[in-house]
């Protein structure tokens, strides 16, 4: 829930940097997303386990984002997404 909300935060404030046309803007748009991206980096790592390395963290974001590819893939492949 936490990291949906974040998700949608900074999607927000990436749509707004890609519309916006002043450097200023554009600027603190970019900041914004920094810091969004920060807050939710931080909220990952208070929900890792102590006794957790950096090798395994690491590994367990990367099948992550290995399953969530190949699940993306099935859904486009049988036209539901």
Known sequence: ???EILAN????YHERYQKAND???RRKEFYQI????????VSIV???????SITQMILAIGIFL???????????YFKIL
Not at 34 to 41: A, D, E, P, R
Not at 66 to 76: G, P, Q, S, V
Request: glycine share 8%.
């Open 1 to 3: 829930m936490l990291f």
């Open 9 to 12: 935060i900074i999607n927000k």
């Open 23 to 25: 450097p200023k803007e």
């Open 34 to 41: 920094l810091l969004w991206s920060g807050v939710g980096i």
């Open 46 to 52: 208070s929900y890792v386990p102590r006794g957790t």
């Open 66 to 76: 290995i399953i969530l590819y190949f699940a993306i893939r099935a859904l486009k």
